[in-house]
């Protein structure tokens, strides 16, 4: 699969996920946060092996590889999707997105430190532009950065380890298939995850007995769409173009998901919150390579003609 095709596929995924911040923000408004959340992963996880079956990539790790899935699982499941939905039960859809924009410059940066890549002056162009667009989107709202809480806190924990989890996840893509390695951390993530919602939401498993078919559609949506088959082909994508390339696409996540809100939230959208999306646009195309893909390919085109 060439870049370009990859490129499409993230930013299909970056809707999902979008999405599914206004998806897991009507969940935990309903239910416990830490016991919906470790269901909805554990839930995803199952889907993830379904698939990896019918696929016939299901593997036993090799002993190094269980190193991969335990420090992933922690890292990328349990610790990511904890601190989200605390989070964003307890922050503004503003506040929330603009923490999490930061999450292409935090892998970009870890990728420098850890992985020894450079950066061109091209893509680092696109990191600016992703930057501006994201404070454009999310300052647009007219909120800025007032009411600063413990979410907000919680939410930039949740994208830290997401981002470093990128790291572990390609380095163990250089051994075992992404798709699998995102199947082992989404089940052993979400038990630990669940192990400590019994801890601190003793009642949690009695409180969802009570749900609507709204509420359901939205958990099977977000388990299904946004968890299993989005961490999946975004693992596979950090596996194939790099995680500094790949994170650059969570710009669109952060767009979208303010699009969610406008749409089933209610939340206003402004002409910022358009300018934001040019340069989150431009941050893309520049900062993911796309740019420099096309402008190769053209001057191979000229050359063959």
Do not use: C
């Not at 609507?212 to 989005?230: D, K, M, N, Q």
């Amino acid at each position: 699969m060439n870049n370009i095709k990859i490129y499409l596929i993230l930013t299909g995924i970056m809707f999902s996920w979008g999405m599914n911040v206004t998806a897991i923000k009507t969940l935990v408004r309903y239910f416990p946060v830490i016991t919906i959340q470790s269901l909805r992963v554990f839930f995803a996880g199952v889907v993830v092996f379904l698939i990896l079956a019918l696929l016939k990539k299901i593997r036993k790790p090799s002993g190094s590889e269980y190193v991969y899935i335990v420090a992933g699982g922690l890292l990328n499941v349990t610790s990511h999707h904890l601190f989200l939905g605390m989070g964003l039960s307890e922050t503004s859809a503003v506040n929330g997105g603009l923490i999490l924009g930061l999450g292409p410059l935090l892998t970009a940066l870890m990728a420098i430190l850890f992985l020894g890549n450079r950066l061109t002056y091209i893509r680092s162009m696109g990191f600016l532009f992703g930057t501006v667009g994201i404070l454009l989107t999310v300052l647009g709202g007219g909120k800025g950065l007032s009411g600063i809480s413990i979410g907000d806190f919680y939410i930039f924990i949740s994208i830290f380890t997401q981002a470093a989890s990128f790291i572990l996840i390609s380095k163990a893509a250089r051994t075992m298939d992404p798709r699998l390695l995102t199947g082992y951390m989404l089940v052993f993530g979400s038990i630990v995850l669940f192990f400590i919602g019994l801890w601190l939401e003793p009642e949690g498993l009695h409180s969802i007995r009570i749900g609507s078919i709204l509420l359901w559609s939205l958990f099977l949506g977000s388990a299904i769409v946004a968890t299993a088959i989005g961490h999946m082909l975004y693992n596979y994508a950090v596996g194939k173009v790099g995680p500094a390339e790949t994170s650059i696409f969570l710009n669109l996540n952060t767009f979208f998901s303010l699009v969610g809100a406008v749409v089933f939230l209610g939340e206003e959208m402004t002409v910022y919150h358009l300018f934001g999306l040019v340069f989150i646009v431009a941050g893309v195309l520049f900062g993911s390579g796309a740019l420099e893909e096309l402008t190769l390919k053209r001057k191979s085109v000229r050359r063959a003609a």
